[in-house]
């Protein structure tokens, strides 16, 4: 089965810092990688699949890099509405989907 | 627009089945490389994949809950239905279901969410 384990589990930064968070696959997904967003009380929102491809309407400021078992969301300028809880998640032959631990982003 | 709204029971005792609604509106499930998915969250801890269908009738589950788990198509073709057997109190969470991106490739996304809905497992 493969796990994701997202790194660190919490990071503090200030606003217009930049943001590098880890998302590593116990094994190989290929480029079959999506990075959400969930601020408290919501539904997690899509930033990135195919590991580096930004959803519709999300700011350039996020982006997303790395394939096989390492990726990496990275948030070039903080600004106050991106401070939430960041899941990784991959899509596999099996089980066909997992999702990370998630990363708190707090100021 | 693509809209998804879960119904169902809040509270359901320990060891009686669970059956959730997922009510979408904005596509059709008959549309090649759509899926719709079922995601919970229990109070403050990370999201758990449940199980997804495909427009091709596919289905796929967690493995640590296959055998409590069926999705299915509902009557109403926009509908999807979840039912979990044997409820614990450790199943208490916000269940969501979520539409499948309609990418090219094979990569599962979920691009629109519904709201939720909080299931509590209680006697």
């Known amino acids: 089965e493969i796990v994701l384990t997202q790194s660190p589990a919490t990071l503090s930064l200030s606003p217009g810092e930049r943001a590098t968070l880890s998302c590593r696959a116990s094994q190989s997904v290929g480029s079959y990688l999506a990075w959400y967003q969930q601020k408290p009380g919501q539904a997690p929102r899509l930033l990135i699949y195919d590991a580096s491809s930004r959803a519709p309407d999300i700011p350039a400021r996020f982006s997303g890099g790395g394939s096989g078992t390492d990726f990496t969301l990275t948030i070039s300028s903080l600004e106050p509405e991106d401070f939430a809880v960041y899941y990784c998640q991959q899509r596999s032959n099996w089980p066909r989907i997992t999702f990370g631990q998630g990363t708190r982003l707090e100021i | 627009q693509i809209t998804l709204k879960e119904s169902g029971p809040t509270l359901v005792k320990p060891t009686q089945t669970l059956t959730l609604t997922c009510t979408f509106s904005?596509?059709?499930?008959?549309?090649?490389?759509?899926?719709v998915g079922w995601i919970r969250q229990p109070p403050g801890k990370a999201l758990e994949w449940l199980a997804i269908i495909y427009w091709d009738d596919d289905k796929r589950y967690s493995p640590s809950l296959e055998t409590r788990l069926t999705i299915t198509k509902g009557t109403s073709k926009n509908q999807v239905v979840l039912t979990m057997t044997n409820m614990d109190p450790v199943d208490t969470a916000t269940y969501y279901c979520?539409?499948?991106?309609?990418?090219?490739?094979?990569?599962?996304?979920?691009?629109?969410w519904g709201q939720g809905t909080m299931v509590t497992v209680s006697s």
């Open positions: 979520a539409h499948r991106r309609a990418l090219l490739n094979a990569m599962d996304a979920f691009d629109i």
């Open positions: 904005g596509f059709s499930l008959s549309t090649n490389r759509v899926g």
